[in-house]
């Protein structure tokens, strides 16, 4: 029985050292394809691979996606709603999503009609049109609406904006 014993003993340490060299080898190879994945410039890690992600995103977009997105962000807008109003006040800002370079250098340039014409716009509404999510998307729908007339009329190729982001809206 005692040589029994010993012999188990033998063969779990045998096994047992297998598995450890196994174990071994793949994690050497594990680390060296990383290693090279990295070198080579496949692998990103840190700051830079959020900002790569975050770029091929915006990159990608749907409707063109061989062209860079570009972001104009509008100052603030400040509204104030008539006397005897739920609010009193509208405080607005907003970005505009275009793929046209053309588009936004046309917004700059255009900046003081697009604003003049924004504010009459938002003029026109009551706090109780603006407190619901529909409310809301139909203001953002005719900022759209407003942007895309004055680049129509104001630049020759007429420039092309794909959306209106909210980045601020405060009622008080």
Partial sequence: MAEK???????????SRKWLIITSAVMILLLGGGAALY?????????????????????????????A?????????VVNFPAGSDAQLLQIGFSV?????????????????????????????????LQSVEGKEALRQAITGEIQKVLELRTESGGRIESVFFTQFVMQ
């Fill in 5 to 15: 014993d010993n012999l188990d003993l033998g063969e779990d340490k045998k096994s």
């Fill in 39 to 67: 070198l080579n410039g496949m692998l990103h890690f840190g700051k830079d691979s959020a900002k790569s992600n975050a770029t091929e995103e915006v990159d990608s977009g749907e409707s063109q996606p061989s062209k």
């Fill in 69 to 77: 997105a570009k972001f104009y962000k509008f100052e603030p807008f």
């Fill in 97 to 129: 999503l275009t793929y046209e370079a053309q588009t936004a250098q046309a917004m700059e340039k255009h900046a003081p009609m697009l604003r003049n014409n924004l504010l009459l716009l938002l003029g026109r509404y009551r706090p109780q049109d």
